[in-house]
């Protein structure tokens, strides 16, 4: 099967939907694909408290619903389906259904948790070692568990996990969190969330699933093992960008590199979200560049129609 449409958007996260909205606006023939879940990675966690209009919030999965309609209802097609092969010059994308092929592509592939690559990590995996408190947080009731991490991310998780947990460690590599002033404030009033900062984990230990952490204080050299039940890491993000490789002008780490109107290195094809190189990895920011990616591949689209 194949198929030719205006414009093709790899995502449908917060910023290939909010380019698929602007799109499905300008009516441009709009094909979305997503290869796991419509709304993405934004799902692992419960609620977003600083997306503007919500004065108490708004659970991601309702925001990413209500996005999901808002564009089918502009006409906008969203199949699932993993992009397997993408050819940048003649803007064709091959799936396991076939190719399609556009007139302009946009990249909103996002990203994923990087992880800590200490020794016991890949083994524990799903076994007390995990990267989504939304998801596994449950299976910790009355369980003493680790946080791994210091932004944002981490403490939004570790006060997600303090419903469930006996008591919450977060252990940071740094001499303080980088999570934002509020933020801090909550975790200091949680009595069950415990800090140790300047520390590292060095290995995740357990036969069968996670025991305990071997961790290194970094100011005195001294290295402890500490019991805990279930480690969830938020160390930062990777973008899902390894089939752009040789394709695309990406920076050391993989992220793509565009321009303030989202252009990158190959004409026609532009890139927004957490998959592109920027200073602030957040939902508003990702909508943000959806809008201007979807708007630039409008400009694009009827300049090579004039």
Same mark, same amino acid.
């Given at each position: 099967?194949?198929?030719m449409?205006?414009?093709?958007?790899?995502?449908?996260g917060?910023?290939?939907?909010?380019?698929?909205?602007y799109?499905g606006?300008?009516?441009?023939e709009?094909?979305?694909?997503?290869?796991?879940?419509?709304?993405?990675r934004?799902?692992f966690?419960?609620t977003?408290?600083?997306?503007?209009?919500?004065?108490?919030?708004i659970?991601?999965?309702?925001?990413?619903?209500?996005?999901e309609?808002?564009?089918k209802?502009?006409?906008?097609?969203?199949e699932l389906?993993?992009?397997?092969e993408?050819?940048?010059?003649?803007k064709? =994308?091959?799936?396991?259904?076939g190719?399609?092929? %556009?007139? @302009? !592509?946009?990249i909103?592939t996002g990203?994923?948790? #990087? *992880?800590?690559?200490?020794?016991?990590?890949?083994?524990?995996?799903?076994?007390?070692?995990s990267?989504?408190?939304?998801c596994?947080?449950p299976l910790?009731?009355?369980?003493?568990?680790?946080?791994?991490?210091g932004?944002?991310a981490?403490?939004e998780?570790?006060l997600?996990?303090t419903?469930?947990a006996?008591?919450?460690? =977060?252990?940071?590599?740094?001499?303080?969190l980088? %999570?934002s @002033? !509020?933020?801090?404030e909550r975790l200091r009033?949680n #009595? *069950?969330?415990?800090?140790?900062?300047?520390s590292?984990?060095?290995?995740i230990?357990?036969?069968?699933?996670v025991?305990?952490?071997k961790i290194?204080d970094?100011r005195t050299?001294?290295?402890q093992?500490?019991?805990c039940?279930?480690?969830f890491?938020?160390?930062?993000?990777?973008?899902?960008?390894a089939?752009l490789?040789?394709?695309?002008?990406?920076?050391?780490?993989?992220?793509?590199?565009?321009?303030?109107?989202?252009?990158?290195s190959?004409?026609?094809i532009?890139?927004?979200g957490?998959?592109?190189k920027?200073?602030?990895?957040?939902?508003?920011?990702?909508c943000?560049?959806?809008?201007?990616a979807?708007?630039?591949?409008y400009?694009?689209?009827?300049?090579?129609?004039?």
């Amino acid at each position: 099967m194949s198929s030719m449409h205006d414009l093709i958007i790899i995502g449908a996260g917060p910023a290939g939907l909010t380019a698929a909205l602007y799109a499905g606006r300008s009516r441009l023939e709009t094909l979305v694909l997503e290869k796991m879940a419509i709304g993405g990675r934004i799902l692992f966690t419960e609620t977003i408290e600083n997306f503007p209009g919500f004065v108490n919030g708004i659970s991601t999965q309702d925001l990413m619903k209500h996005m999901e309609e808002q564009v089918k209802n502009l006409g906008v097609n969203i199949e699932l389906e993993e992009v397997l092969e993408l050819d940048c010059q003649v803007k064709s =994308i091959k799936t396991g259904s076939g190719t399609h092929s %556009a007139c @302009a !592509i946009i990249i909103a592939t996002g990203s994923h948790a #990087k *992880k800590l690559g200490c020794p016991g990590e890949e083994r524990l995996t799903g076994r007390g070692v995990s990267y989504c408190a939304t998801c596994d947080g449950p299976l910790f009731k009355d369980k003493n568990v680790v946080v791994a991490g210091g932004g944002n991310a981490v403490a939004e998780e570790a006060l997600y996990l303090t419903r469930f947990a006996k008591s919450v460690t =977060i252990i940071h590599r740094r001499d303080q969190l980088r %999570a934002s @002033a !509020i933020m801090q404030e909550r975790l200091r009033e949680n #009595k *069950k969330i415990n800090l140790r900062l300047s520390s590292v984990i060095e290995e995740i230990l357990g036969a069968q699933k996670v025991q305990s952490l071997k961790i290194k204080d970094l100011r005195t050299e001294r290295e402890q093992t500490i019991d805990c039940d279930g480690i969830f890491i938020y160390i930062g993000n990777e973008p899902n960008t390894a089939f752009l490789r040789d394709k695309l002008k990406l920076d050391e780490a993989g992220f793509i590199i565009t321009d303030e109107a989202m252009i990158t290195s190959c004409e026609g094809i532009f890139a927004c979200g957490d998959c592109r190189k920027k200073s602030l990895y957040q939902v508003i920011t990702a909508c943000a560049e959806g809008a201007v990616a979807s708007d630039s591949a409008y400009k694009y689209i009827v300049s090579k129609n004039a």
